[in-house]
Nanobody, 114 residues
Framework: QVQLVESGGGLVQPGGSLRLSCAAS????????MGWYRQAPGKERERVAT???????TYTNSVKGRFTISRDNAKNTVSLQMNSLKPEDTAVYYC????????WGKGTLVTVSL
């Protein structure tokens, strides 16, 4: 059974940093395409960053240069380092693995506010 558990969310001031982690079980993350998505209140879920099995990464334009996705195969985790956070980054962040029809974690809330 595939499970994804996100952690690391919280309240941070604008300009601050957070590091999100996604711990995977029932799957070897190095084999699969994985990503971080987010959903802000009243908005649709959007893709933030992805990492392929080969290590290639993509980012949505609004986070380029500020966010970094990475993978630790030994720990079977995928992380999202978020720097220079802005209020518009406030959202629930979800981890996703593209296996079969796909699997989602339950999300972790990031709030960027004074």
């Amino acid at each position: 059974q595939v499970q994804l558990v996100e952690s690391g969310g919280g309240l941070v001031q604008p300009g601050g940093s957070l590091r999100l982690s996604c711990a995977a079980s029932g799957i070897t993350i190095s084999t699969w395409f994985m990503g971080w998505y987010r959903q802000a209140p009243g908005k649709e879920r959007e893709r933030v960053a992805t990492i392929s099995s080969g290590g290639g990464t993509t980012y949505t334009n609004s986070v380029k240069g500020r966010f970094t996705i990475s993978r630790d195969n030994a720990k079977n985790t995928v992380s999202l380092q978020m720097n220079s956070l802005k209020p518009e980054d406030t959202a629930v962040y979800y981890c996703y693995v593209q296996r079969g029809s796909g699997y989602w974690g339950k999300g972790t809330l990031v709030t960027v506010s004074l």
